[in-house]
């Protein structure tokens, strides 16, 4: 249960946030009760401590303490001219634009900058739910102290986390998620023709979530590792786990059809499962197969201290033979590749093990086993953190900026939503407000700000259903509706990563309660909640498509420009790398590949949503990310191959490999200017296969070894995927022009 628990939650990231939240608000409620003070600022207290608390983001516990103290005067200095403006309309509203506008600003500043934005305005806006008089401002100043005490005592000392402490829980999400990938591709040898689709697609889905453990780790391992080459090291040891397992998934599909799997079947929605011959279901090697692919998912389980004996070391040492030829069933040679596969999956299992918990137990090693040691001690001794930096692109400037145009935006979209706000209620306008500067939040494109839009609504209606039903249940048990508005504030920030609209629908059932609590509860007004948050939404979408927008087609090429830079510089490394050059820090720039590729993906939200009325779009964007997603999974491959070679035995520099990659780096450059500029003239060639291009000239001459092929193999899935990528951007294709 724990390793579902860490598999579904990476790091324990949202469970902690809900956790600190729902302890701070607590908290500073037994504080506030025990002072006795009346129920508005006992609900001021709990959203004053909700916002200090959420609103922070640094990950080391040093900055937290210094943003949460700036924190607290900003808060104060807040809800001050908040609760003296409140009774001055013009005035009033003019400050609140400016604050909204500083707030937004502020992001270019960074996490500190976002934090101190963030609470300066929710604490306003806090100021305005509550209806704070100005003789209530002392009382107020004591209730937002506790508060933000309350919210440093949960943060430090009754749920710390450390960056340290984050990294290693993500650690073990990674080894789950990976051992539920393995569980699945078990499922795959025994899925008849009716279930043969939904284990795909659990395929596909368990795959993406291992490469998003990935990419999390990726994205932690500057703060939570001192050591640079610790650092470095465990980025290897990940990246080779991750290829091995989506390797062994493509072998097993392969083994399955009666022809050699697309990768493109992994990461396409909807992709057909390959046609052909079956795997015999009581076959001695598929009897042999899954035994061994339980025994590779145990071995991932297993924690250093768990994982010694002679029985499992026996296993360890059965699935490491299969890397050399030894004990291979006599099968297809379909077959017999998944069986060296689940060699390479175990060889890097046993590199993740060394690199996350040191040396292990060698005394039942067997001849291949203490070889795969020597490999990887060799690998890890070749480590070189590379200490030049690249140099950093120039910002934009002025308007182009994107917290410039993000603040106007929404000030522009805020001041619609006031004036319309205060026509549909002088009192409570400010939902309008709320919903137009939260859907600004985290988006860069006029469609992102229409999805978010459409969720919160939608969240809000549902939210607003559940708060009529509660509100009657509850009536005026205070405690009663604290304990569920604690319940709420733990299921939203729990769902927020997964879905904007569940969150939504928690907080608006939060809020009915709240309102409850303040006597203020009334049909009309949760109504008016909506009909607020209708009008927000729409003032945020306007203003966005006119004030400064950047449309989802140029956001989207933007990024797609971005990933494909990207995916050139992986390809021209490791290549350069295989062929005798040096090639720089491979996995590094493929991590770069896979964060730019995320970023897409996020992007493209607007236009494969189901809800969009451009299905042939929907559908041509789904594909050109799952080339772009199979581009990056071989990409990745070819670098970490790379990186092996100063010490691999097996894997030799051969310069015609940087002849046979010229045309896929031209192609990938060609496409990227057609998107920069439709009217470019460059146009992808055409040719001859990769592996022909490398044919021996004489029968003399020898044939390249097992791994040799391999990198041919992705060389030339590359070279197809670049070139599928070409007909839905609609780039012109001919045959290869010589080289000088």
């Not at 807040?78 to 400050?95: C, M, P, Y």
């Not at 918990?357 to 060799?378: F, M, N, V, Y």
């Not at 055409?686 to 390249?704: F, H, K, Q, V, W």
């Amino acid at each position: 249960m724990w390793d579902r628990l860490a598999a579904s939650d990476p790091g324990l990231l949202r469970l902690t946030a809900g956790l600190r939240t729902v302890a701070a608000i607590a908290l500073a409620l037994a504080v506030l009760a025990a002072l006795r003070v009346p129920v508005p600022q006992l609900v001021a207290g709990a959203m004053a401590a909700m916002v200090a608390t959420f609103a922070v983001r640094e990950k080391q516990r040093g900055p937290q303490a210094v943003t949460l103290a700036l924190g607290l005067p900003v808060a104060l200095a807040s809800v001050s001219l908040g609760t003296l403006l409140n009774q001055r309309v013009v005035v009033g509203d003019l400050f609140f634009v400016v604050l909204i506008f500083c707030a937004v600003y502020g992001r270019r500043f960074g996490d500190r900058g976002t934090a101190l934005g963030l609470i300066g305005f929710q604490i306003y806006f806090l100021s305005l739910f509550v209806g704070a008089a100005p003789s209530a401002l002392p009382a107020l100043y004591g209730v937002i102290c506790v508060a933000f005490a309350c919210s440093a005592a949960a943060r430090f000392a009754l749920l710390p986390q450390t960056p340290a402490g984050t990294l290693d829980r993500l650690r073990r999400a990674f080894r789950a998620r990976l051992a539920q990938l393995l569980a699945t591709q078990a499922e795959l040898l025994d899925a008849g023709p009716e279930d043969a689709e939904k284990v795909l697609e659990d395929l596909r889905e368990g795959t993406a979530r291992l490469h998003e453990a990935a990419l999390m780790i990726q994205g932690r391992l500057e703060d939570g590792v001192l050591d640079p080459a610790v650092a470095r090291l465990l980025q290897r040891r990940i990246a080779d786990a991750e290829i091995a397992a989506e390797r062994l998934g493509l072998l097993l599909l392969t083994a399955r059809s009666a022809r050699r799997t697309d990768t493109l079947t992994l990461h396409l929605p909807g992709a057909p499962l390959p046609s052909g011959v079956e795997l015999p279901v009581r076959d001695e090697a598929a009897d042999a197969l899954r035994r061994d692919l339980g025994a590779l998912r145990l071995l991932m389980l297993r924690p250093a201290g768990e994982a010694s004996g002679t029985a499992l070391a026996q296993v360890r040492n059965r699935l490491l033979g299969y890397r050399e030829e030894e004990n291979l069933p006599a099968a297809s040679p379909a077959v017999q590749d998944v069986f060296r596969g689940l060699g390479e999956a175990a060889r890097a299992s046993l590199g993740l093990r060394v690199a996350l918990e040191g040396p292990q137990d060698e005394s039942d090693d067997t001849p291949a086993t203490a070889r795969s040691r020597e490999e990887l001690e060799a690998e890890d001794a070749a480590i070189e953190v590379s200490e030049e930096r690249e140099p950093e692109e120039p910002e934009p400037a002025g308007l182009q900026r994107p917290t410039t145009r993000a603040a106007l935006q929404v000030a522009v979209g805020s001041s619609l939503a006031i004036a319309g706000g205060e026509l549909l209620s002088s009192q409570r306008w400010y939902w309008a407000v709320l919903t137009c500067w939260i859907v600004f939040l985290n988006t860069a494109s006029t469609g992102e700000i229409l999805v978010k839009g459409y969720r919160r609504l939608l969240g809000t209606v549902l939210g607003v259903v559940a708060g009529i039903g509660l509100a009657g249940l509850v009536g005026h048990h205070t405690w009663t509706a604290f304990a569920l508005v604690l319940l709420f504030i733990f299921a939203m920030f729990y769902t927020a990563p997964l879905s904007y609209t569940l969150m939504s629908f928690f907080v608006t059932a939060m809020l009915g309660l709240l309102y409850t609590l303040l006597n203020t509860y009334s049909m009309s007004v949760l109504v008016l909640r909506i009909e607020e948050t209708a009008l927000g939404a729409a003032c945020g979408v306007i203003a966005a498509a006119v004030v400064l927008p950047i449309h989802t087609d140029r956001r989207t090429n933007d990024l797609l420009v971005a990933v494909l830079d990207r995916l050139a510089e992986v390809t021209r490394g490791a290549v350069d790398q295989l062929s005798g050059g040096a090639g720089g820090d491979l996995v590094e720039r493929a991590r770069e590949l896979d964060q730019a590729l995320a970023d897409l993906r996020a992007a493209t939200q607007p236009l494969t949503h189901p809800i969009t009325p451009l299905r042939s779009r929907r559908d041509t964007a789904r594909y050109v990310v799952a080339l772009l997603e199979t581009c990056a999974y071989h990409g990745r491959s070819l670098a970490a191959t790379a990186e092996l070679l100063p010490t691999h035995p097996s894997i030799a520099a051969d310069p015609r490999l940087r002849g046979a990659c010229a045309r896929i780096v031209h192609n990938i450059e060609a496409i990227a200017a057609h998107v920069r500029d439709p009217r470019a003239d460059a146009g992808i060639e055409t040719g001859p296969s990769i592996a022909s291009m490398l044919e021996p000239g004489t029968l003399r001459t020898p044939r390249y070894g097992r791994v040799t092929d391999r990198v041919l193999r992705h060389l030339q899935r590359l070279d197809e995927a670049v070139s599928g990528l070409a007909r839905p951007l609609g780039v012109a294709g001919g045959p290869a022009q010589p080289r000088g």
